[in-house]
């Protein structure tokens, strides 16, 4: 159980234009889902905590106009990248948390290239 | 503020050898959790293990357990009979949903560890 999933994997785009990446709770509902960001070697940096139904609470220096997150439901969060630059080129990591016991259980992550 | 540390960027074990993870913590909370997650090449973070901090019983799963030492703000990671498949960054997490009003991680920097045949 505690199955989290994130699409797409993989995704290249071209300077200025958006991205969507998708994270799902595929076997449990999750009031809480969290946005990383991980620099190659580099611990995950939290970028932003999405509650279904509520506006995301932004970390501080992450630009909320560019990082747009949507919770639409207890299953879904999305993040937008949008007019992506090549310094935003990263890996995108979504955790869901249970209420109990606050333990996140984390997607496969989604590598971002941006040209 | 809440920090965590881990002070070993890097470290190796032979295989069916055991190897210990260190982990600290800055807090002054009562309550909390802690987290041991690994990372292996596949980038997928998996949970190790997971000790609350009332619990003075250090909690184990199968080849991995934890030295939790609250009084010392310790929490480290012994994994027994290391395999091949153990090879993976490893991090340390701290949360405290009474500070952070969710269920917000602090994590360390993490160790990379190697298992050599």
């Known amino acids: 159980g505690a199955v989290v999933s994130q699409h797409p994997s993989r995704v290249i785009c071209k300077s200025g234009t958006s991205v969507k990446i998708e994270c799902r709770s595929l076997?449990?509902?999750?009031?809480?889902m969290f946005w990383y960001r991980q620099f190659p070697k580099k611990s995950l940096m939290l970028m932003a905590t999405?509650?279904?139904?509520?506006?995301?609470?932004?970390e501080q220096g992450v630009e909320k106009d560019k990082f747009l997150i949507n919770h639409a439901s207890l299953t879904l969060s999305t993040l937008t990248v949008t007019s992506a630059h090549p310094e935003d080129s990263s890996f995108y990591i979504c955790?869901?948390?249970?209420?109990?016991?606050?333990?996140?259980?984390f997607g496969p992550g989604t590598r971002l290239t941006v040209l | 503020a809440q920090t965590v540390t881990q002070s070993q960027p890097e470290m190796s074990v032979q295989e069916a050898e055991t190897v210990t993870l260190s982990c600290t913590y800055d807090?002054?909370?009562?309550?909390?959790?802690l987290f041991w997650y690994k990372q292996p090449p596949s980038r997928q973070m998996i949970l190790v293990i997971r000790q609350e901090a009332y619990k003075q019983q250090n909690a184990t799963e199968n080849r991995f357990s934890v030295n939790f030492q609250k009084a010392a703000k310790s929490f480290s990671l012994k994994i027994s009979d290391s395999q091949l498949g153990d090879t993976a960054m490893y991090f340390c997490?701290?949360?405290?949903?009474?500070?952070?009003?969710?269920?917000?991680?602090?994590f360390g920097t993490g160790t990379r560890l190697k298992v050599l045949a």
């Open positions: 955790s869901a948390s249970l209420i109990a016991g606050g333990v996140q259980f």
């Open positions: 997490a701290f949360m405290n949903p009474r500070t952070s009003g969710t269920y917000k991680y602090i």
């Open positions: 076997d449990f509902q999750a009031t809480t």
């Open positions: 999405s509650n279904e139904g509520s506006k995301a609470t932004y």
């Open positions: 807090t002054s909370e009562n309550n909390y959790y």
